[in-house]
């Protein structure tokens, strides 16, 4: 069973960024995709980016194309989010997530999830 830890959420002006991660244990992850999401306070989860484990393909919201980098690191079993340029929108709990051979832009298929970290973007 997959474990997923996130860190690096925080307060932020406006036109600022952060970088979150989100730490993998539990099994070999090699065939698994990695997703972000996010929910602000009474809305709906909402995708941001995935990446294939095993060969780097990305795939982003169109909210946060542009901006945000999704990018793995293999050897540390770690998952990373860089967010730029971030505006008040994007104010949210983000919670990374994982499943097996995902290819999807919504949360079926990610069976496994973190808890989340909250981003604050002040303006």
């Known amino acids: 069973q997959v474990q997923l830890v996130e860190a690096g959420g925080g307060l932020v002006q406006a036109g600022g960024s952060l970088r979150l991660s989100c730490e993998v244990s539990?099994?070999?992850?090699?065939?698994?995709?990695m997703g972000w999401f996010r929910q602000a306070p009474g809305k709906e989860r909402e995708f941001v980016a995935r990446?294939?484990?095993?060969?780097?393909?990305?795939y982003y919201a169109d909210s946060v194309k542009g901006r945000f980098t999704i990018s793995r690191d293999r050897a540390n079993n770690t998952g990373y989010l860089q967010m730029d340029s971030l505006q008040p929108e994007d104010t949210a709990v983000y919670s990374c997530?994982?499943?097996?051979?995902?290819?999807?832009?919504?949360?079926?298929?990610?069976?496994?999830w973190g808890r989340g970290t909250q981003v604050t973007v002040s303006s």
């Open positions: 539990g099994r070999t992850f090699s065939r698994y995709t």
């Open positions: 997530a994982a499943g097996f051979a995902v290819y999807s832009s919504t949360s079926a298929g990610f069976d496994a």
């Open positions: 990446i294939i484990w095993n060969d780097g393909r990305t």
